[in-house]
């Protein structure tokens, strides 16, 4: 496989979790009612630390998520998801547009990107296991590969969110706080419905 292939085979792997709806497709739909279409790269950047790190780790010899983790690790993150699910749930009853703004932009959606990867059970579990011998893989073609594949991976995220959150600023005029609201119980939904995915699982292994 060239070099091209490699950076063409990163953005299609990473296209196909980028669009899978998930707490970072989240961060950035709320994200881009307060800043604007700049938030999808903002999250995007606060996702590529998390995966930076990640990428270092398995460069550096840890190829394998151990499987004797994974329980505690969907335990975690499961929690995690169904918490901030709650207190959106919680928060939406009672948001505004207007009010909500400065609270958003304190919080910030680079901070966001990476929290919501960081707490996500399938991100670790996936960069672990099938992302580290994707990544191994390509790294046949020396530093050279590991760079194509790990470009194309983070053009898909940046290319998806980025475009998220310019359909969501251009919409944002006709948005009411009846409208906001729902945003948020649709999003704090997900959210639970994501934890339970994880924790579920983890309970009766």
């Known amino acids: 496989m ?12 990473g296209l196909t979790g980028a669009l899978a ?23 995007t950047f ?15 010899g ?3 998520f ?6 505690a690790i969907s335990m975690l993150g499961g929690t995690a998801l169904v918490l901030f699910g709650g207190m959106t749930l919680s928060g939406a ?16 959606p680079v901070i966001a990107g990476f929290v919501t990867s960081v707490t996500n059970p399938y991100f670790w579990i996936w960069w672990f296991s ?10 046949s073609h020396g530093i050279a590969g590991l760079v194509a594949f790990t470009a194309g991976h983070w053009a898909s995220d940046l290319g998806w969110f980025t475009a998220v ?4 600023h251009h919409s944002k005029a006709m948005l009411s706080d009846r409208m906001y609201r729902g945003i948020l119980l649709l999003c704090g939904m997900i959210l639970i419905i994501f934890g339970f995915w994880f924790l579920i699982p983890a309970l009766i292994s």
Do not use: C
């Open 62 to 64: 840890i190829s394998s």
């Open 46 to 60: 606060g996702h590529i630390i998390t995966e930076a790190a990640i990428i270092v780790l398995i460069v550096a």
């Open 165 to 168: 959150s310019v359909s969501i």
């Open 21 to 43: 709806p998930g707490p970072t497709l989240i961060a950035t739909i709320r994200s881009a009612l307060h800043t604007g279409w700049t938030a999808g790269p903002k999250v």
């Open 2 to 13: 060239s070099i091209p292939e490699l950076a063409f085979m990163g953005f299609v792997i």
């Open 93 to 108: 009853r009672r948001a505004s547009f207007s009010t909500d703004i400065s609270m958003e932009r304190l919080s910030g």
């Open 66 to 71: 151990p499987s004797t983790l994974q329980p």
């Open 130 to 139: 099938v992302g580290s011998a994707l990544l191994l893989s390509s790294m």
